[in-house]
Nanobody, 125 residues
Framework: VQLQASGGGLVQPGGSLRLSCAAS????????MGWFRQAPGREREFVAA????????SYADSLKGRFAVSKDMTKKTVYLQMNSLKPEDTAVYSC???????????????????WGQGTLVTVSS
């Protein structure tokens, strides 16, 4: 599986961005697509995830209501809509794919086998 993340950039506080993660490769059965982020000097943290079949989603508690994950199966692309962005959202955002992940493990980076290269989101005035 190859993952290509895009859509990062500079945005003012309160603004919005939509990240994309295009996937290619093996057949997508029982796949979970996740978004993680890593800010400078901090550990990687879970942002959101979506199951390819069925669309079950999971979010970091602190981001619920501001971030939304979705998918377009025809394009094999997962999106992360980020609204009301804050300076503390500044980070490199990476998408990941994993197979047969149970819901309780959606937020564990070790559950994912494939990672994209990351896209930088900077929230600043």
């Amino acid at each position: 599986v190859q993952l290509q993340a895009s859509g990062g950039g500079l945005v003012q506080p309160g603004g919005s961005l939509r990240l994309s993660c295009a996937a290619s490769g093996r057949t997508f059965t029982d796949v979970v697509m996740g978004w993680f982020r890593q800010a400078p000097g901090r550990e990687r943290e879970f942002v959101a995830a979506i199951r390819w079949s069925g669309g079950t989603t999971s979010y970091a508690d602190s981001l619920k209501g501001r971030f939304a994950v979705s998918k377009d199966m025809t394009k094999k692309t997962v999106y992360l809509q980020m609204n009301s962005l804050k300076p503390e959202d500044t980070a490199v955002y990476s998408c990941a794919a994993g197979f047969r992940i149970i819901y309780s493990n959606f937020g564990e980076s070790s559950s994912y086998n494939y990672w994209g290269q990351g896209t930088l989101v900077t929230v600043s005035s």
